[in-house]
Each structure stands twice: as C-alpha cells, then as structure tokens.
C-alpha cells in the first residue's frame, strides 16, 4: 500500500471520529500563545520583498549590525493559537474528547485566537496570552517568545481565577482511567512563577 493511500485513510478515519464523543475527559494546561509566524524582510524589490532564506545568513546580517542601529523588516503571514495546552486541547477536541484547559488566553476577556479551538474544549483563563514571533527560514525557525504574562502567574493566582478549592487531602493515587473519568492530565509546571 503505497504511502499515499495510507495518510489519506488516516485522515478519513480522523474526520470520522469528529463527530463522536467520548467519555473520557481531560484536563490540560498551564500555557497560551499567540502566535505570529513571519519572514525576515532581506530586500525590497519593486514593490515586493526578497526574504532571508537561511539562518546563517540572517545571523550574518545581524552581526554586520553590531555598534550600529539596524531595523529588521517582519512581514507577518500568519496569527494563530499557540502553546502546548490549547493546541493538545485542540486537536483532542477535534478526536471527540472533551477537556478543560487551564492557561493564558486573555483576561479578563479571552483573545480572539483562542475562539477557534475545538468547541469541546473549555478554556479557563488565568492570564494574558504569551506572544510569539516565529521567524521561518527554509532551514529553520527562530521563536522569540514574550513570556512576561507567566511572570505572575502562581498557584494563588491559578486556584482564584479557576475557581479551584484547594485539596486539604489528596488522594494517593488519582482512579483509573475509564468511562467518564478523566484522562492523565498534562500540566506545564513551568510556566508558574517559582517553578523551572
């Protein structure tokens, strides 16, 4: 069976499981993005622009730029959600398993990017989103991150804008998964303030 075929069944067999729903839940986070992907501006011509196609040489133009002053041109093709949790909420959501995610999306209204995720995911927001310049070479990516939004992000903060009651005894093991149980979290530990 040729390669082809193969990714085109697994895509037939995904859509398919859209409209189901499953018993399961999952609870996810602790992060949120958004997204700009860009090009680096390397030239203007007639109207358009030449592109920096490598790394190397953009790092090279950078460095040409030491003691001097240099403006670097971004041309935005793209804004989407980003971060692990509402992009693993997303596409578990899209497979028909519904979950909550914790992370930054907006406060107190949530951003406009995070109104495409999968509607079987529900967002709880502790924050104002990161944000993301993904500079795209054709040998790479760069990813400049403004991370300043989880600076102050701690657990008292997580537990008053979730609505959380803290646990006074934990239990020693969380119960297997199964119909209507929650699937094994994922959380993102290091975005929270004191935490690496």
Known sequence: MSENLLLAQLAEKLASLADQQFLARALLG?????????????????????????????????????????????????VKLGGNAPIMAHALGRLGIANTCLGTFGWPETHPVFQQISSRCQLVSLGQPAETNALEFDDGKLIFSETESFRHLDWPTVRHRADLVPITNPPQQLPAPGPGRLVQPALRYPNLAGHS
């Open 30 to 78: 602790l992060d949120g993005y958004v997204d700009k992907i860009q090009k680096v501006i390397r030239a203007h011509q007639a109207g358009d622009y030449e592109y920096f196609g490598h790394i190397g040489d953009f790092a090279a133009a950078l460095a040409q730029a030491a003691g001097k002053s240099a403006q670097i041109g971004l041309v935005t093709q793209e």
